[in-house]
């Protein structure tokens, strides 16, 4: 158990729908990664938070937006779903702010797009 | 940003025989870090490397990072069906400050008993 929970573990819904992703670091981590694994691109790097604060963008389309509330946990909003993006969403937690320290996966989210 | 490159993709291997997967950055890394998923799961730290050539033992995993800190190796000896899985370097994503980690594409590992 890697202490990093992430809600729902699976998710069906519509194209043209908005989903909400959650994910809770473990205990005393202040970074919140979000990455997107589909079958050909391996883990792609979304969006980083550091205690609450948006530190880096990576690949991230317009249609997804992401926050770190005040007690550390983080949300992956996900609108106007493409069949796409159907994918498995992991957020990860670590200690420190940048790539010097490891990371911790969380379950994932499967998400599918019909 | 940086990009990491892994290879091979896939590689079946018989239970026993060794594996080694390869990553290499365009550029120099402040550290390199590798993972393993296992199938339906999720990516679990391995190690990190930091310094110029340095190589690191788990067991039958040997990691080595290279002289000039732009690749990296993992050497699996006397596979076992335990080893299955996607193993996966990750390195900064820009040359300086705190950046998040990129991860190469994988290697998937299948042992045949």
Redesign the interface.
Known sequence: D?GVTQTPKHLITATGQRVTLRCSPRSGDLSV?W?QQSLD???Q?LI?Y?NGEE??K?NILERFSAQQFPDLHSELNLSSLELGDSALY?C?SSV?????S???????TRLTVT | GQQVMQIPQYQHVQEGEDFTTYCNSSTTLSNIQWYKQRPGGHPVFLIQLVKSGEVKKQKRLTFQFGEAKKNSSLHITATQTTDVGTYFCAGPMYDSGNTPLVFGKGTRLSVIA
């Open positions: 890697s990664y990455y691109q391996g883990l790097f980083h550091y530190r880096a990576g992991f990860a420190a702010r940048g790539s010097n490891p990371l911790h996966f969380g379950n994932g």
